[in-house]
């Protein structure tokens, strides 16, 4: 599964570490609601890249 970078703060999406309990390990960037924001900084998914 590939990871995404936040172009505002840099905080990476791994979905082997997932993102907190909601979205566990295993959840794919892809599988995350469009509301989904960085956990860092508050920005949208559509801030993020394929890295």
């Known amino acids: ?5 936040c172009t ?4 990476v999406y791994d979905p ?3 993102a ?4 566990p390990a ?6 995350l609601p469009d ?3 960085c956990p860092v ?3 949208p998914k559509t801030q ?3 890295v």
């Not at 505002?8 to 905080?11: S, V």
């Not at 907190?20 to 979205?23: A, L, Q, R, S």
């Not at 295993?26 to 599988?31: A, D, I, R, V």
């Open 8 to 11: 505002i703060c840099g905080y």
């Open 35 to 37: 509301t989904w924001k």
């Open 41 to 43: 900084c508050g920005a």
């Open 20 to 23: 907190g309990i909601m979205y």
């Open 48 to 50: 993020f890249k394929k």
């Open 26 to 31: 295993g959840t794919s960037f892809e599988k």
């Open 1 to 5: 599964m590939d990871k995404y970078r």
């Open 16 to 18: 082997e570490k997932g």
